[in-house]
């Protein structure tokens, strides 16, 4: 059995916790916003849901004394005052869009437990040295348009700006055009003059290995490397009825026997390797014609890099070999490329030794997942705080997490930003 996350056994931290039940109320009223009808939530980036969304965490941080900023690429900014207000805050965050059949916890955590965080300092009256931030990124998902990670990406200097304006969502509107609609076209330009201290995601874990090892919290040290890449098959168009088998440029048909062996591929490798298409557009998708061209994507991920790259070498060779054994054109091109991202060594220190204190029981772990917290390590000391959910579910509408759980993940992000951030209590 787990300890409640509130353990009465640890006085020697003044007894600061989070509220337990706010922190789930908060989490069922934002699941309201696009909620589904197996009990998920679809939010997905700059739509209207999404608006919602954002209104009613602005909303709420505002009423717990906080001021918002928001930047040109739409993430948002909740700080509350420190005792010197011109020290860079400590901060935490994730993300609100959601999968198209997402669930109540992932991401939205991430930004719940930040506010939880907040209205727990207010409750006591505590004073922190730094202010306090809490963001809000766009797109973390990347469902409705690409890439995901977006916000952050652009806020750590690894994408343009303009170039994600201009990305077209899938109902073909620009990114830009969006977040004028949403009203969440802010004026502060992407990093510049926002130091941050440090930057603490919490998130639930997606995966099963906190609930099998009966764990409350994950001290992530790392995030595993993800390459993502177009891959365009180009063939003919031509009638189904009146062509011969033998003689079609059918690039579904090549399409096809790609995926298949980019799986085979990923299995020849060790047990840590993913490798996914899950994106796939066949034209011209007409019953009665033989599909010329075909676009897919493929994830591929490894904590590794040269293992990354070499799996991009096979797949590279085998998918040309393919494509060329069915007069077919292919152009692999790669649209993501992020390293392994070890975590700040203080930072997991701190989250550790938080964890340990607060009697919650642990594990140090790699993500599996990109998260923000991914580009944030590349300009401040950045560190992340898993906690279970039921069977590893996630992105599904069936994602679930216990509220003893979030409360836990929260505690230690309360008590790890606060002495990150200096303040005694
Ligand atoms: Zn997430």
């Given at each position: 059995m787990r300890p409640p996350a509130v353990n009465p056994a640890v006085t020697h931290m003044n007894a600061v916790y989070v509220n337990q039940d706010r922190l789930w109320d908060s989490h069922m009223l934002m699941a309201e916003i696009g909620a589904l009808p197996k009990g998920g939530s679809c939010r997905l980036a700059l739509s209207r849901d999404d608006k919602q969304g954002r209104d009613l965490f602005v909303r709420w941080c505002r009423e717990a004394g906080c001021t918002i900023r928001i930047d040109q690429m739409g993430n948002i900014f909740a700080r509350r005052p420190g005792v010197d207000p011109s020290l860079p805050p400590v901060s935490t965050g994730s993300h609100l869009d959601t999968q198209p059949h997402g669930g109540k916890f992932d991401g939205i955590y991430g930004v719940l437990a930040g506010l939880e965080v907040i209205r727990t300092l207010n409750d006591h009256d505590i004073e922190t040295s730094t202010p306090f931030e809490v963001i809000v990124w766009t797109n973390e998902e990347g469902a409705r348009f690409s890439p995901p990670l977006a916000g952050s990406s652009v806020f750590t200097h690894r994408l343009p700006l303009e170039q994600v304006h201009d990305s077209k969502t899938v109902d073909g509107t620009t990114v830009l055009d969006d977040l004028k609609t949403i009203g969440?076209?802010?004026?502060?330009?992407?990093?510049?003059?926002?130091?941050?201290?440090c930057f603490i995601e919490c998130h639930i874990e997606q995966g099963p290995i906190l609930e099998r090892s009966e764990q409350q919290v994950g001290v992530v040290t790392m995030i595993q490397g993800a390459r993502a890449f177009t891959v365009s098959v180009t063939g003919v168009d031509s009638h189904a009825g009146t062509t011969p088998l033998q003689l079609r440029k059918d690039a579904l048909v090549g399409a096809a026997k790609m995926v298949v062996r980019l799986n085979e591929i990923g299995l020849s490798e060790d047990e840590a390797t993913r490798i996914t298409v899950g994106r796939f557009d066949i034209q011209p998708n007409s019953t009665s014609t033989i599909p010329g061209s075909v676009q897919f994507h493929i994830d591929s991920r490894h904590p590794e890099l040269n293992v990354l790259k070499k799996l991009e070498a096979s797949f590279r060779k085998d998918l040309a070999a393919i494509a060329e054994e069915a007069g077919l054109d292919v152009i692999i091109e790669p649209f993501l490329s992020i390293p392994p991202t070890p975590f700040d060594p203080d930072v997991i220190e701190t989250i550790q030794q938080v964890t340990e204190n607060l009697g919650y029981p642990y594990r140090k772990m790699l993500s599996g997942a990109g998260h923000d917290a991914m580009n944030m390590a590349t300009i401040t000391p950045s560190g992340m705080i898993f906690v279970p959910c039921e069977g590893g579910?996630?992105?599904?509408?069936a994602e679930s997490a216990l509220p003893e759980d979030l409360a836990a993940g929260a505690n230690v992000l309360l008590h790890s930003l606060l002495k990150l951030s200096g303040t005694v209590i």
């Open positions: 969440y076209y802010g004026d502060e330009i992407s990093s510049d003059n926002h130091e941050l201290a579910i996630s992105h599904n509408e």
